[in-house]
């Protein structure tokens, strides 16, 4: 079982920037880590990905603000967000593609001035 703790979350200003972290109770080393969104009454989204040898990919709304990274020493994955607009509120969430996988319970991010 792996347990997923996110968090850094908050409100912030619109062109304001959060870190995201989310700890995990295991081992990532093996796994890749991936950044999920969902804002209210949306499908949940895939926001950032990185795979256990550090390849990421993004989303093409978030590309170019939104850096995603890990440290497998501390077990942790991070989502570092620049230049934040409105339309990026939304609940992130974290997740480990361990076995079957596993999601974190995620961390509000408001948008707004």
């Known amino acids: 079982q792996v347990q997923l703790v996110e968090s850094g979350g908050g409100l912030v200003q619109p062109g304001g920037s959060l870190r995201l972290s989310c700890a995990a109770s295991v081992s990532i080393a093996g796994n890749a880590m991936v950044w999920y969104r969902q804002a209210p009454g949306k499908q949940r989204e895939l926001v950032a990905f990185?795979?256990?040898?550090?390849?990421?990919n993004y989303a093409d709304s978030v590309k170019h603000r939104f850096t995603i990274s890990r440290d497998n020493a501390r077990n942790m994955a991070y989502l570092q967000m620049n230049s934040l607009k409105p339309e990026d509120t939304a609940v992130y969430y974290c997740y480990n593609d361990r076995g079957l996988g596993f999601w974190g319970q995620g961390t509000q991010v408001t948008v707004s001035s």
């Open positions: 990185i795979s256990s040898i550090g390849s990421t």
